[in-house]
């Protein structure tokens, strides 16, 4: 039997076989086998690359994925796993951003690539805080002794401090709307979690690498002092002793 969901979402997105099997970078054929045959489950890097230029979420092209590795116990909450940050479709950040109502936490030490890879991310910022979303952007201070030590490890062009402060610049645009918060924080540099109500994405930082090649985990809180409440229990603690950001504040 054909791959409807598969040819539903093509047809969604407006992409021929040829141009998804460009983005995916396999053969036509391929992609033609995919479509022809709901069984057929490619490899999860194609996965990952063709969820995101359809803009849909793995799960719903080739749901056997997500029902062949149910679980049960504590590692249920763990929805997918990315041995890379930049595995995650965009689709996923979208669709989570998109959906909170209650909570959007991001406690990332820079959280510089947000503003590279969600379009409007302001826009969508001030609209769910309008809306009644806490907002928080828990960040690293451009100026500590834990960044300078980071940026030594990374030695890369674009260091920690810059990244940092291009975060500030963007929340600067919208520290005027009521709801949006943001402060310093130094104990999660090698940790960062991204909160959206009940699901979150958790990506511990390897060594001198940056997060986008750091591995990242999906979460869904499914019970009481799971991974997910142990995570946010993280977060909860390093926000309550986060400092005032002093650029910010006087927005």
């Known amino acids: 039997m054909t791959n409807d969901a598969l040819r ?42 063709a969820s995101d230029a359809l ?3 793995e ?3 080739w749901p056997d994925t997500i029902r062949k590795n149910v679980k049960t116990g504590p590692d249920r909450e763990v929805l997918a796993v990315y041995p890379y940050r930049s595995a995650c479709p965009k689709s996923v950040w979208r669709r989570l951003i998109g959906g909170a109502n209650k909570e959007l936490t991001f ?17 969508v910022l001030r609209r769910k805080a309008e809306h009644g979303c806490r907002v928080r952007f828990l960040i690293g201070d451009p100026d500590s002794d834990v960044t300078r030590r980071r940026e030594e490890l990374e030695s890369v062009p674009l260091t920690v401090g810059t990244r940092i402060k291009i975060t500030i610049d963007e929340l600067s645009k919208v520290m005027n709307v009521p709801g949006i918060e943001a402060r310093y924080g130094d104990d999660h540099i090698a940790m960062s979690v991204f909160i959206f109500d009940d699901e979150m994405l958790v990506t511990p930082h390897l060594a001198h690498l ?19 409440d142990r995570f946010a229990y993280h977060v909860a603690e390093l926000w309550n002793g986060g400092r005032a950001i002093a650029e910010l504040a006087t927005q």
Not at 213 to 228: N, T, W
């Open 8 to 49: 539903q979402a093509m047809a969604n997105a407006r992409l021929t076989e040829k141009e998804l099997a460009e983005a995916c970078q396999v053969d036509i054929k391929t992609v033609a086998r995919w479509v022809a045959d709901e069984d057929r489950t490619p490899h999860p890097r194609h996965r990952w690359a």
């Open 55 to 57: 803009g849909v979420d």
């Open 59 to 61: 799960g719903m092209l």
């Open 107 to 123: 406690a990332g030490y820079t959280n510089y690539f947000l503003w590279l890879e969600i379009p409007n991310l302001r826009a």
């Open 210 to 228: 940056v997060g986008h090649d750091s591995p990242m985990l999906h979460i869904q809180r499914q019970q009481e002092d799971g991974l997910y």
